[in-house]
Antibody, heavy 117, light 109 residues
Framework: QVTLRESGPALVKPTQTLTLTCTFS??????????VSWIRQPPGKALEWLAR???????YYSTSLRTRLTISKDTSKNQVVLTMTDMDPVDTATYYCARCSYGFDSWGQGTLVTVSS | QSALTQPASVSGSPGQSITISCTGTSSDGYFKFVSWYQQHPGKAPKLLIY???KRPSGVPDRFSVSKSGNTASLTISGLQAEDEADYYC??????????FGGGTRLTVL
């Protein structure tokens, strides 16, 4: 059974750096073709893809946010970490991690991050 | 970066069929590995369709997709009350990234 769980702060201040951790089980990020993505959803708004790390450590980022994002993986811990710098209130959203291949076939429950002073 | 266009809302009565379109607007025309997601309020999205027309196990065949050029269309037949949700399409891009549509709210009347 594949599971993913996001963890991180519920509240961050403007200009701070957000660090989120995705802890997964039921698959290995060393398996060829496997990847994990981060996706966010502001309240009442659409999904937005942020970043992805592949089994071979290739990394890809949203064009609009690439300067603020860093994704990494720790295969020994079955974790994927996303950092987002210079947080702003418009970054308030539920952040999801998801296993990706031809689509996002398993999702975490999401973690709501509020950006406010 | 490419974007995907969906209607903001659709509605239908129980037993009817509805269709939600998803149109790719990238300048390079890249529109591949389209997938569809269902999201109930307060829940994480759920994969309905991947690789354009394939359904994961457990997804009923009431959900089907067709694709023509840069438009994919999700059809839900035999509409049921539990189908009321938000639906999102997604496409892989030529930059090896992903993009989502703006989402469609389905109301079952």
């Amino acid at each position: 059974q594949v599971t993913l769980r996001e963890s991180g702060p519920a509240l961050v201040k403007p200009t701070q750096t957000l660090t989120l951790t995705c802890t997964f089980s039921g698959f290995s990020l060393t398996t060829s073709g496997m990847c994990v993505s981060w996706i966010r959803q502001p309240p009442g708004k659409a999904l937005e893809w942020l970043a992805r790390v592949d089994w071979d450590d290739d990394k890809y980022y949203s064009t609009s946010l690439r300067t603020r994002l860093t994704i990494s993986k720790d295969t020994s811990k079955n974790q994927v970490v996303l950092t987002m710098t210079d947080m702003d209130p418009v970054d308030t959203a539920t952040y999801y991690c998801a296993r990706c291949s031809y689509g996002f076939d398993s999702w975490g429950q999401g973690t709501l991050v509020t950006v406010s002073s | 970066q490419s974007a995907l266009t969906q209607p903001a809302s659709v509605s239908g009565s129980p037993g009817q069929s509805i269709t939600i379109s998803c149109t790719g607007t990238s300048s390079d025309g890249y529109f591949k590995f389209v997938s569809w997601y269902q999201q109930h309020p307060g829940k994480a999205p759920k994969l309905l369709i991947y690789d354009v027309t394939k359904r994961p196990s457990g997804v009923p065949d009431r959900f089907s997709v067709s694709k023509s050029g840069n438009t994919a269309s999700l059809t839900i037949s035999g509409l049921q009350a539990e189908d009321e949700a938000d639906y999102y399409c997604s496409s892989y891009t030529s930059s090896s990234t992903w993009v989502f549509g703006g989402g469609t709210r389905l109301t079952v009347l």
